[in-house]
């Protein structure tokens, strides 16, 4: 009899004790994720308070650059230049290298993609590696120059211009270059937009150009002035616009992060007091076949 009860008592205990290593084994693995998602709400709670400081300092870049920008473009404005109808077209898709900034690459990117595919025989040059990863893949033919390095730090003007004199010695012909860029709306808004750069050549034939009195050395340096200045603010605004798409991406992050580690928690705790309710059943159970 007294055998009869042992080998019950020992059965009984058997499926308790399997349970229970196997919630110590969900525990375990649960409690690694945890502190994992932990690590990653810290890392992401800094990068939105870094993206936030920088947010005010590339708002007043951008404010001036757009003041200097304007100044330059009305030079095109108000002596009517219009781009030829059968000149050349070249497109600068300008963004940076960083990631983690929501939809800002693919934004510029998207839009260079559909104005190429528009006339295929442009050239392209692209400012930044996370663009050039994306449009190499459809646009290789059309790429001439890329350029890295950017978006660590407000971009400024000697950048600018130093891009544009190695577009101009690298020789690409065109009569209107076209540069892609994210157009800054608000803290939370931002789309692709388009501005021109023209020629030489296709601002000697505006309408109102005789208005000026320009002599050819002059107009050279104009021109190039020019160029820089609109790349440059396309650049400043670029950077202002990522700087707060990524403080609201890490913003999102940070939230969803704290949302997982509340539902972890609770299934930590779940998962605890079910172990020390078959440990108290093994103790009741082995104590009753006694």
Known sequence: MLNVVARNAIQTCKTPTSVQVRNMATLKEIQQRLKSVQNIEKITKSM???????????????????AYGQASNSLFT??????????????????????????IHSSVSKAARRAVIEQPESGLV??????KAQLSRILRKNIALTFNQIGKDVPTFEEASS??????????????????????NSVVSYEA???????????KASPNFAVYEIEDDVLA???EFAFANTLYWTMVEGHAA????????????TKNAGEMIQKLTMTFNRG??????????????GASAL
Not at 48 to 66: C, E, H, L, N, Y
Not at 163 to 184: C, M, Q, R, W
Not at 242 to 253: G, L, T, V
């Open 126 to 131: 692209v400012l930044g590696d996370k663009p």
């Open 221 to 223: 340096n104009l021109q």
């Open 78 to 103: 108000n002596a009517e230049t219009k781009a030829a109808e059968e000149g050349k077209t070249l497109f600068i898709a300008s963004s940076s290298d960083r990631g983690l900034c929501g939809g």
């Open 163 to 184: 891009i544009v004199d190695l577009i101009k010695s690298s020789e690409i012909e065109f009569d209107t270059a076209n540069i892609v860029y994210n157009k800054f």
């Open 242 to 253: 990522e700087m707060c798409a990524k403080r609201a991406a890490m913003e999102n992050a």
């Open 272 to 285: 605890r007091q079910a172990v020390i309710t078959n440990e108290l059943i093994d103790i009741i159970t």
């Open 48 to 66: 939105k308070m870094i993206a936030s400081t920088k947010v005010s300092k590339a708002q007043r870049s951008m404010d001036a650059a757009r």
């Open 193 to 203: 937009n388009v501005l021109p750069v023209y020629s030489e050549s296709t601002f």
